[in-house]
T-cell receptor, first 114, second 111 residues
Framework: EAGVTQFPSHSVIEKGQTVTLRCDPI?????LYWYRRVMGKEIKFLLH????????ESGMPNNRFLAERTGGTYSTLKVQPAELEDSGVYFC????????????FGQGTRLTVV | QKEVEQDPGPLSVPEGAIVSLNCTYS??????FMWYRQYSRKGPELLMY????GNKEDGRFTAQVDKSSKYISLFIRDSQPSDSATYLC???????????FGAGTRLAVHP
């Protein structure tokens, strides 16, 4: 069974540009989470989808970030326009049953804004 | 104050040593605690989770929680070079709620 897959693995963009990150959760997992780790800091929660609905988006930094999960399958996280402080590693996790204790993480997308 | 505090290390030990990794937390709403292992350029991989105070053992790994002092630990026995990674502790308030992570401790086990 495929795990959580994220695309791209690495993205380098210029300040002001737009970037879209994609996460494919484990098939059948209704719960999908986005987390982010910026340099030297801990991994922090961004938002939580249940199927296509946003359950908790309290961690989204500002309105330059837009997350979608159309159809309740894969999710995208768009940053527009990107700023230097958006650089970091963006992780996606998914879980079906067992709550967050059984969350499986993807390998992350390393975003570098120059 | 951070909800989960973790010494970032690095921690360097010889092969075969017992490793002790620790975190403290401040959120009394946490119902469960997790330990993740993260290799370089990889995503966090769940090692263990526990709901209550006490010990939970899985092979060479033992997770310990003391809710009265808000202290969680991970012990690794007979450490191996393959254990070299960053270890992350996290707390959760239950259900499908978000996880709150510590900063991670980088561990190096040298032969």
């Amino acid at each position: 069974e495929a795990g959580v897959t994220q695309f791209p693995s690495h993205s380098v963009i210029e300040k002001g540009q737009t970037v879209t990150l994609r996460c494919d959760p484990i098939s059948g997992h209704d719960n999908l989470y986005w987390y982010r780790r910026v340099m030297g800091k801990e991994i922090k929660f961004l938002l939580h989808f249940v199927k296509e609905s946003k359950q908790d988006e309290s961690g989204m930094p500002n309105n330059r970030f837009l997350a979608e999960r159309t159809g309740g399958t894969y999710s995208t996280l768009k940053v527009q326009p990107a700023e230097l402080e958006d650089s970091g590693v963006y992780f996606c996790a998914s879980t079906q049953t067992g709550g967050s204790t059984e969350a499986f993480f993807g390998q992350g997308t390393r975003l570098t804004v120059v | 104050q951070k909800e989960v505090e973790q010494d970032p290390g690095p921690l360097s030990v010889p092969e075969g040593a017992i490793v002790s990794l620790n975190c403290t937390y401040s959120n009394s709403a946490f119902q469960y605690f997790m330990w993740y292992r993260q290799y370089s350029r990889k995503g966090p991989e769940l090692l263990m989770y526990t709901y209550s105070s006490g010990n939970k053992e899985d092979g060479r790994f033992t997770a310990q929680v003391d809710k009265s002092s808000k202290y969680i630990s991970l012990f690794i026995r007979d450490s191996q070079p393959s254990d070299s990674a960053t270890y992350l502790c996290a707390g959760g308030a239950g259900g499908y709620n978000k996880l709150i992570f510590g900063a991670g401790t980088r561990l190096a086990v040298h032969p």
